[in-house]
């Protein structure tokens, strides 16, 4: 999304309402939909003819509209056509982390009628930090079952939904890192394939979507984009100079995975230009790579507004009409906007845009639509029809949102194992900081109405009677502190909580941070009260993105931390739950957390990789090579777990004569040999290596523990990463348990890297599987 300018919402809104007023639905309940049983002249056409195929439904479509009519559809906002009883339909829907609403923008959800609120799931960094698939997949696929409700429920006029957000968390500074799975391009593509299979009603496994949708998901923002606003330089403008290894190894492949795996409907490209050409004019982008070497089926929006900079801000086109023909050529498909309905005419006029690509533009977008069954008649007699408003904030989901905070809360500190405090004997509690009693802040951006929401006050009053509670600061910049007041409130409790951090008033959407650390206000609030009290305290952070808090790392009147994200509407249950011990926490990191000299690093700086030389120090757990706060993965528990390698049949990978053409020359790089991927036979790299790991709880508390298996090089130099995550999985360990593990290596996935040229490669010599801190060597022979 984005949010649109002012002059362009003034216009939707006239348009909804100028709709409203001429199409009054006769019954406000039922559901927007094509192709009534009822109406005599339309359900004749072919394409209302359900036994043919949708290319043959979608071709007749689109041969009886009339250029004025195929023009009106390239828009999000696209009218009824009234003599075909095709009612209106609103491609811009949001479900980042549940149903989201704006008051101040038109989208195709309304929370007007029988449903009056969606379930608030954690905000996506902190869901990411559960490192479990199967809980990101059932988020989804709640999403999903709620939007369609909503549907059902006639209150929505579009069920095609602008998430997830795939972007790579490349810089700790970026407003919206928090929308995303983190800094790992594996993590991010599997967050993809689970969200997106769960939302469009497909299996966990994939593979039993057919031609029927749920809800359509859109993999975002193709590509490179991960700066807003910093600095005077914004996402408008930004020219991403991006090498074509760090697109091949870090940018691309979330991409790649949504579409490949997860079968998304739906592709956004982003505002910015990569290598001097905008994202949605990229023909190699959205054609030659999107559709022809991936195979994605589906249409492509615009972010918002995005048609129209490239010629009124970026100056790549000269002409409105040259936007317009640029990008409908690319093969983007519709307009978060107006640009097309404006220009696209002209430029068919001026002969600058055949029709064949506007006919081709409304071929992806009218097969989305007969997907998502608005084309087959009455919804309710059709697969998803079902679906009634009591899937809307079902007990299911809200359980389900309660354990995703529960299995997402990160444990950073705990020092003599403060935490988790007696249920039993703890007599008083202060609760303390700007954050401790918020509501909006637990919910993060692209938030809709929740279901209900518990702060982290009011879920640790269900476990103490004698609790206190100051805010501390007026607001987490704590401009107006009252930090005496808070003190006096402190000294007189056993037990203190501070819940403090960061909100959307510094960063979001259109804000990216210029510092990491926490207002000195608030770091001031923090270390009096902490000096001040009986006994440690525990310092509760809420934040999307990374903060330097090493003063509270090594402050030894700070006893545990806790970094909870934003944790959605069951978020101070969870807390609590954790604080008390009735959940063993088991989060780990998805993004490095950098000192505050990282800001050194100028964010327009797109490069992965370090170059000592000039003392770039690179980005991400993956290149960066400086001082960490806290590293990628980490996480601490109220257990101890041990790991161990179980032998190995075979550490030898042999690629010498698995090559598909016997005249391939081994290429020589440094002194080592490497193999281009693209030149290993087909059923060697869909081989799996078998590696399995025993994992041990040594704790008296039972613990839903991920395990990240990462891969070196003996080298580390040469571009290639110091460390690669290649697999993880989340497992459940009662006291004292021991489990195996077991993890299936693909030599051409995982043990490949990508050169300077953009080509994935693998080379030979030995590599390191590591867990924790035991590895295990594997050898590549070429």
């Excluded at 970026?174 to 995303?180: A, N, P, Y």
């Excluded at 650390?517 to 952070?541: D, E, G, M, Y």
């Excluded at 030149?679 to 799996?688: F, G, P, V, Y």
Aim: aromatic share 8%; net charge neutral.
């Amino acid at each position: 999304m984005e949010l649109k300018k002012p002059s362009l919402l003034a216009l939707l809104h006239i348009t909804s309402l100028a709709l409203a007023l001429l199409l009054p639905l006769a019954d406000s309940t039922r559901p927007p939909f094509s192709c009534d049983s009822s109406d005599q002249p339309t359900k004749s056409y072919p394409f209302c003819n359900t036994t043919l195929s949708i290319n043959q439904r979608v071709h007749d479509l689109i041969s009886r509209l009339t250029l004025d009519e195929k023009i009106s559809q390239l828009v999000n906002t696209a009218p009824p056509i009234p003599r075909l009883g095709i009612p209106d339909y609103e491609w811009w829907s949001e479900a980042l982390h549940g149903i989201a609403y704006f008051s101040t923008v038109h989208t195709g959800m309304r929370f007007n009628g029988t449903i009056q609120a969606a379930t608030s799931f954690p905000q996506v960094i902190l869901t990411a930090a559960s490192f479990d698939v199967h809980l990101w997949y059932r988020i989804g696929q709640a999403i999903g079952k709620e939007a369609r409700a909503l549907y059902n429920a006639g209150q929505a006029t579009g069920m095609t939904f602008w998430a997830p957000n795939i972007n790579i968390f490349r810089d700790p500074r970026w407003g919206r890192g928090q929308e995303t799975p983190g800094e790992d391009p594996v993590v991010t593509g599997k967050y993809a394939v689970s969200f997106v299979r769960g939302i469009q009603g497909d299996t966990f496994e994939g593979g039993k979507l057919g031609e029927h949708l749920q809800a359509s998901a859109c993999c975002k923002h193709f590509t490179a984009y991960d700066l807003d606003n910093w600095k005077g330089v914004n996402r408008f403008v930004f020219d991403a100079k991006v090498s074509q290894q760090d697109l091949a190894d870090t940018y691309m492949p979330p991409f790649r995975s949504c579409i490949q795996e997860g079968k998304a409907s739906g592709i956004m490209c982003a505002y910015n230009r990569v290598n001097g050409v905008p994202n949605c004019a990229d023909y190699n982008l959205l054609s030659k790579t999107a559709r022809g070497q991936w195979g994605f089926n589906g249409y492509i929006t615009s972010d918002c507004d995005a048609v129209s900079i490239i010629h009124e801000k970026q100056g790549y086109a000269k002409l409105p009409e040259d936007a317009v023909a640029d990008v409908l050529k690319a093969g983007m498909d519709v307009n978060c906007g107006n640009y097309l309905k404006y220009y696209t005419k002209s430029a068919v006029e001026k002969k600058k845009l055949p029709i064949s690509e506007i006919d081709r533009a409304l071929h992806n977008l009218f097969s989305v639509r007969m997907r998502l069954g608005l084309f087959d008649g009455n919804p309710v007699k059709h697969p998803y029809g079902k679906i009634g408003p009591d899937q809307a904030c079902s007990q299911e989901h809200q359980n389900l949102a309660l354990e995703a905070a529960r299995n997402g809360i990160v444990l950073l500190k705990n020092t003599n194992k403060l935490l988790p405090f007696s249920k039993v004997k703890t007599t008083s509690l202060a609760v303390i900081g700007p954050n401790a009693n918020a509501t909006r802040t637990l919910l993060g951006n692209y938030a809709g109405p929740p279901c209900k929401i518990v702060t982290p006050l009011e879920g640790l009053q269900n476990y103490v009677k004698d609790i206190r509670y100051h805010p501390g600061c007026n607001a987490v910049n704590c401009s107006d502190p009252m930090i005496d007041q808070a003190v006096e409130v402190a000294k007189g409790a056993e037990y203190v909580v501070l819940v403090v951090g960061l909100d959307q008033t510094q960063e979001r959407e259109e804000l990216d941070r210029v510092d990491l650390v926490l207002s000195p206000n608030q770091q001031n609030l923090i270390s009096t009260v902490a000096r001040a009290t009986k006994n440690p305290v525990v310092l509760v952070l809420l934040s999307g993105g990374p903060v330097d808090i090493n003063f509270a790392k090594y402050d030894k009147h700070i006893g545990s931390i806790l970094w909870a994200g934003y944790p959605g509407e069951a978020g101070g249950r969870a807390l609590a739950e954790i604080i008390f011990g009735d959940h063993n926490p088991g989060g780990r990191l998805p993004v490095t957390w950098y000192p505050q000299s990282f800001v050194k690093v100028p964010m327009t700086d797109m490069r992965m990789r370090p170059e000592p030389s000039s003392g770039y120090p690179g980005r991400t757990y993956r290149f960066y090579k400086g001082p960490k706060v806290y590293e990628f993965g980490y996480g601490l528990s109220y257990s101890n777990y041990s790991y161990e390698f179980l032998p190995v049949a075979q550490n030898k990978v042999y690629l010498n004569n698995q090559l598909k053409s016997p005249k391939v020359e081994l290429e020589n790089s440094n002194a080592l040999k490497y193999l281009p991927v693209s030149e290993i036979a087909t059923e060697l790299c869909d081989k799996r290596v078998p590696v399995t790991v025993r994992a041990q709880n040594h704790g008296d508390l039972a613990g839903k523990h991920p395990l990240l298996l990462f891969v070196r090089r003996e080298k580390g130099s040469n571009g290639r990463p110091v460390k690669q995550l290649v697999g993880f999985q989340s497992v459940i360990l009662n006291a004292g348990e021991r489990v195996d593990v077991e993890f299936e290596l693909s030599p051409c996935e995982h043990l490949s890297t990508a050169n300077e040229e953009g080509l994935m490669v693998i080379e030979e010599g030995s590599h390191f599987l590591s867990i924790g801190e035991k590895e295990s060597e594997i050898t590549v022979v070429l």
